[in-house]
């Protein structure tokens, strides 16, 4: 297992079946919802395939032997999805967008970097944005860029911002 430092349900064998007393399974998919958020923002993953995810860490916990079951699975994401957690990629929901911030919200994040680093008015490349050295302290560096692009159009719903294609690469003006 990773360095994640997990909750102490994780090693509940309980955890890992819903249980059909009404208040405790909301408790339980509140549980799941917070752990897979964190564990995505802690290991800045931005996607979640359904399918390498049953024998990936988050939903097996090989130390107590027990497995999320898959119909499980889509119970929490249903969940996260209702939240405005998770954006599906495919019709048959088997890889989906995880938004531990919204892409409303980290559009706003990038507008205040750039609005403090004297960006408004200048075209920046989508990899100055997640990879450049002058963002290397923010949360949004290293960003999947689908989620940067969504992030983008939200900013330039608001007028704030306008993405541009140039090259095969993609920038953005910031206003």
């Not at 752990?35 to 107590?64: A, C, M, P, R, W």
């Not at 923010?138 to 911002?161: I, M, P, Q």
Request: proline share 3%; net charge negative; hydrophobic share 30%.
């Amino acid at each position: 297992m990773t360095g994640y430092n997990w909750p102490w349900q994780y090693s509940f064998p309980p955890f890992f079946t819903l249980q059909p007393n009404s208040d405790t399974r909301k408790k339980q998919l509140e549980a799941w919802k917070s752990l897979i958020l964190n564990y995505h923002k802690t290991n800045k993953i931005y996607t979640l395939d359904v399918t390498e995810s049953q024998e990936g860490e988050l939903f097996n916990n090989t130390q107590i032997n027990r497995k999320l079951p898959i119909d499980a699975i889509y119970t929490i994401l249903d969940e996260l999805q209702q939240r405005g957690n998770i954006e599906w990629l495919d019709k048959g929901k088997k890889r989906c967008y995880i938004y531990w911030r919204t892409p409303e919200e980290w559009g706003q994040q990038i507008y205040k970097w750039a609005v403090n680093n004297g960006m408004t008015n200048s075209v920046c490349t989508f990899y100055e944005i997640t990879q450049g050295d002058d963002t290397s302290e923010e949360e949004f560096h290293g960003l999947d860029e689908g989620v940067l692009t969504r992030a983008l159009k939200a900013l330039e719903g608001e007028k704030k911002a306008e993405i541009m294609d140039f090259d095969g690469s993609s920038g953005v003006k910031f206003f």
